[in-house]
């Protein structure tokens, strides 16, 4: 996108895909969290998809960035990776939890959840490193009633230094019965995968003000452009007594102080059939060759029972641009 300007991709109309293109599988309600290779990255020339299920990260590669196949569980206890490439080595940055009997337990109050961020290391996507911790706190931003939370990894290669977006805290979504993340927040390093140094204080906080924003602050992904930086947040908020999220669109000269520009991808609210009926959350904004392309996951209600999260993908064309 750096040879983008961010008025040309705010005006680029993307066409929203009706139907998901990966659905819960394994006895897992969830995949969502999507982060990708494009094949010009990947040492197979595949698209390579990271996204998490109930039960762990996975990876599963395609031929066309829409239908995948399993490839391999990376991790247990994790959730909500991002795949980076830095000179010939891959890096997957993830959210590390605790087992899964104590992360059910947080649901019912009678544990509190704990997580930080953690990245494995490959040459060929297939063979990981043993997971090593990156950040396990925030400045006490990471503290909440319902435990401590690091999560939402996002890593952007700025002017030699690494900077690590993540998001932070816990918010309760009453309606949902489960926690949401509270703030965004950023730590910069010289080293891709250590000594990352925290920024003073969060850059996004909830906004009781805001209609997109008032419950909490669900996570950020930055992209460099040609004259600045663009943001795609999915914030959570309250809206006719429901909680919802929506994908945003924000703009920014320095990647921290960041400005609402439009509202990007909103549930299908009018649908109650829809997959994407109650909730879009966490994105991935990649190019190849002349699209580009949106990969998110969604929601269709907050029902415990009957929620599913899948995972879709919005396309535009740029080859005019």
């Known amino acids: ?42 040492i ?18 395609s031929t066309d960035g829409l239908h995948f196949e399993r490839v391999q569980k990376i991790a247990p206890n994790a959730m909500r990776p991002n795949i980076n490439k830095v000179g010939d080595t891959y890096y997957l940055f993830y959210e590390k939890t605790r087992p899964l009997l104590a992360n059910a337990l947080n649901l019912i109050h009678l544990t509190k959840w704990k997580s930080g961020i953690y990245v494995v290391k490959s040459q060929d996507l297939l063979h990981w490193s043993q997971p090593q911790p990156v950040l396990t706190e925030a400045n006490g931003y990471e503290c909440s009633r319902d435990g401590d939370a690091i999560s939402n990894p996002f890593l952007l290669q700025i002017d030699g230094k690494f900077r690590l977006y993540f998001s932070c805290g816990l918010t309760y979504i009453k309606d949902c019965k489960f926690c949401e993340p509270t703030y ?15 920024a003073e204080k969060p850059i996004i906080v909830p906004d009781e003000n805001d209609p997109y924003l008032n419950l909490c602050s669900g996570c950020l992904k930055v992209y460099k452009m040609a004259d600045g930086y663009i943001g795609i947040q999915n ?3 309250l809206k006719d007594g429901k909680s919802h999220s929506a994908i945003l669109m924000l703009s920014s ?25 109650q909730f879009v959350y966490a994105s991935h904004l990649v190019r190849w060759e002349d699209k580009l392309r949106i990969y998110f996951n969604a929601r269709n209600t907050t ?19």
């Not at 197979?44 to 590669?61: E, N």
């Open 1 to 42: 996108m750096k040879n983008m300007t961010i008025e040309q991709l705010v005006s680029t109309p993307f066409v929203l895909q009706k139907d998901p293109i990966l659905a819960p599988f394994d006895a897992s309600i969830v995949v969502a969290d999507p982060s990708l290779l494009t094949p010009d990255m990947a």
């Open 303 to 321: 029902n415990l029972l009957k929620g599913r999260e899948c995972i879709g993908y919005a396309e535009a064309d740029i080859s005019a641009k």
């Open 184 to 198: 965004i927040y950023y730590a910069e390093s010289d080293q891709v995968d250590a000594g990352y140094k925290l």
């Open 235 to 237: 914030g959570l908020y």
């Open 44 to 61: 197979d020339g595949k698209w390579h998809m990271f996204f998490h299920t109930t039960f762990g990260v996975y990876h599963f590669d």
């Open 253 to 277: 000269q320095d990647g921290i102080k960041f400005d609402f520009v439009k509202v990007f991808i909103e549930p299908d609210a009018a649908n109650k059939n829809s997959w994407m009926h």
